[in-house]
Every structure is written in C-alpha cells, then in structure tokens.
C-alpha cells in the first residue's frame, strides 16, 4: 500500500460526541496520528447506546485508528500536559461548550500567538458571533433552527430527519477547512484558525429555499416524496405494496415515461403536462395517473419497465434491506477477540487499507503519552 496523505502530522482533539470525532476520524483514516483527549469518565458518545456487543455505535464509527487519553483538564498538571501535546501537534481541534477552551488558556487565539504553525479548529452549534453564539447546541435543534426541518417531512407534521445531520454536515466542512489549512501550510508555512459550527452548514445547504424566499417570497412547502418545484417527482405504490420513487427532469425522459411506462406517447402533449411549470401546477391529475399504472404491477415489474425507458428511480428501502444492498460495502473492524463491519469510506483511493483500526478504550493510549509528553518545553 502507498503512503496515505497524512502521515507524520500529529492532530490533537479535545472533542466529544461527533462533529469533532468525525473530522478526526477522517485524518486518522488518511494517516494522521489522533490523540483523543477525553474526560475521565470517557466521551459521551460511549454512552449513546450499546447496539454492537456492547459497544456505542456512534464512538466506533467515528473514534477508529485513534489514540485514547483521559485527562481532568481541571488539574493543573493535566492542563500543563495537554499545552505540551498541543505544541507539538500540526492541528488541535475542538468541540467543548462555548468558551471551555479560553477559560483554560487554550484558545485559539492564545495558541495560535505562541504556534505560528499550529492550525486550530473550533466546532461550535452557532459560530463565533451573534446574539445565539454561546448557547449550546446539538444537531436536532439545529436541524429546526436552520430551517431543515421546515422544508422536510409531510405537510401534516414535523418530523425529526433521521441521522445527525448538522453534526456530520459539520465534520465534514471541518475536514475540508483543515485539509486546504494544511495545503496552505505547505506554501506559506503559516497556520491558521479555523471556524465551523452547525449551523453554518446547515444554513449552507438552505440556500436555494432561502434563495426563494428572499427573492421570490415565496419558500418551498413540505411536501412529503414530492419536490416542490418538479413533476413528476414522488413516490408510488405498485401491485404489491411496495413504494418506488421517480424523479423526471425535462421533457425528453417524460415523453419516455408516457410512451414506455405509461403506455399513452399522447399525455406528453397535453397541454396540461407539456412543461415542467405546467406539470407542477396539474400534480394531482398527472400523479393520479402515473399512480393508476404503477398499481397494476409489482415493483419489480416497474423498475424493469422504468429501467429500461432509461427513468431514474429508487425504493424506499428499510434499514435491514439497505444493509444487505447490492452497492453496500463494509470493511472489517476489530472490536476485542472478534471483527465487525464497518461501513466503508465513501471514496476509493490507492492508499487505503480496505480495513479499519479499531476505536481506543477510554485512556487506553494515557501512560504511554503521558511518558513521551513528560518533558516540559
């Protein structure tokens, strides 16, 4: 296997639950050398649930390759530790409650003034400034105070979305703003301070309905399977109770969809389904009879059909179907005496593995950090 990206940078996470975890999850997968820095009880995220032997599902998917130390940053030796880890790291991350880390001199200012090369990330629920910029937050509540939820879900109720988006969302715009600071590095030979928060992201991917309502006044409706402002696009039942969604574009796959699925070329002229703005404004009638055609035959009989008249289409899938889909891919974990499957990266890349280190006990990695960071500076 080739040299991964990230070796010989050492990233030091003071971090808890999963934005942070997920960023340096991320690095560690890369190359980096990740120092979690926990309570002494342990990250919370140990605790979410105990769905794999035991174990918190959340901490073993993002805590992989990493190594453990539990620290009372209370304690003035621990906290004179911690500065000695930290000057010596390439990156610090960190995800405590709004002004943890300046009450104990490690912010990222004061870091950055005594490490010029020192790249700093603070993950925050709301960002640096403004009147909400010191509460806590968490992913379900930014998930309603970005507006996430009131473009999701069906027009009868709200609903949360089921991951955690925000928090993840977040992870990843960190990794991408620590990756282009390390880039940077490279050229300058400066560090940086970096900024991310939940809401940030989130707020990122509300653009096109903030777009509508700032300019057009007018922002997108729940509408459960349907969008807004495309027809057809939704879901519906076939023969055997079985939901599969469509997603049309533009007009060539519609007159596809009339002559091929539908079985009626005519409908692609109706001056009520001719435009998309036509097939908006006539959903009801036109789904009405796209939902006649699809009750006359299973879903494997309409994924054939739409297959091969070249229309996108999906089913909603439960957990346990995904889990045993055709495009999923797991690498192994260790976890104890046994392995487990872990969901594989995204991506693939020459200089993978095609296996995961396992996640650290609480303080597993201490006594031995503890002895190379013994000196002080």
Not at 51 to 64: C, D, Q, R
Not at 284 to 313: C, N, P, V, W, Y
Request: charged content about 25%; overall charge negative; proline content about 5%.
């Amino acid at each position: 296997m080739m040299r991964r990206p990230f070796e010989g940078i050492t990233v030091v996470s003071l971090e808890q639950a999963v934005a942070a975890p997920y960023c340096s999850s991320r690095l560690a997968q890369a190359g980096a050398r990740v120092i979690k820095v926990e309570r002494p009880e342990g990250d919370f995220a140990r605790g979410y649930d105990r769905a794999v032997h035991g174990h918190a599902s959340y901490f073993l998917w993002l805590n992989t390759g990493k190594e453990s130390i539990a620290l009372d940053l209370k304690q003035a030796d621990d906290l004179a530790l911690m500065k000695r880890m930290i000057a010596k790291a390439d990156v610090f991350i960190q995800n405590l409650a709004p002004g943890a880390v300046e009450r104990l001199g490690i912010g990222s200012e004061a870091l950055r003034a005594q490490h010029p090369r020192l790249i700093t990330l603070d993950i925050s629920g709301y960002g640096r400034e403004g009147e909400r910029a010191n509460l806590k937050a968490y992913d379900f509540l930014v998930q309603g105070e970005s507006g996430l939820l009131a473009v999701s879900g069906p027009p009868q109720a709200y609903g949360r979305i089921g991951v955690s988006l925000c928090d993840i969302g977040a992870g990843m715009y960190a990794l991408s703003a620590v990756q282009q600071a390390l880039f940077l590095r490279e050229r300058t030979g400066q560090g940086a301070s970096l900024h991310v928060s939940l809401f940030s992201g989130a707020f990122d991917w509300m653009a096109v309905p903030l777009l509508h309502q700032i300019y057009s006044d007018r922002a997108p409706a729940r509408v459960g399977l349907k969008h807004p402002s495309i027809a057809p696009y939704g879901g519906f039942e076939c023969a055997d109770g079985e939901i599969l969604l469509i997603s049309v574009q533009n007009n060539r796959e519609f007159a596809r969809l009339c002559e091929q699925v539908l079985g009626d070329a005519s409908l692609a002229q109706d001056p009520r389904f001719k435009e998309n703005a036509d097939r908006v404004k006539h959903r009801d009638a036109l789904d009405a009879l796209i939902g006649q055609r699809f009750a006359t035959r299973s879903r494997h009989e309409m994924e054939d059909a739409l297959q091969k008249a070249d229309i996108a289409f999906g089913g909603i899938n439960s957990v346990e179907a995904v889990a045993k889909h055709a495009q999923a891919r797991y690498w192994k974990m260790p976890l104890g005496e046994a392995q487990i499957d872990m969901m594989a990266p995204p991506f693939d890349a020459d200089w993978q593995s095609g296996s995961f280190d396992p996640a650290p006990s609480i303080d597993q990695h201490g006594e031995a950090i503890r002895r190379e960071f013994a000196q002080s500076l």
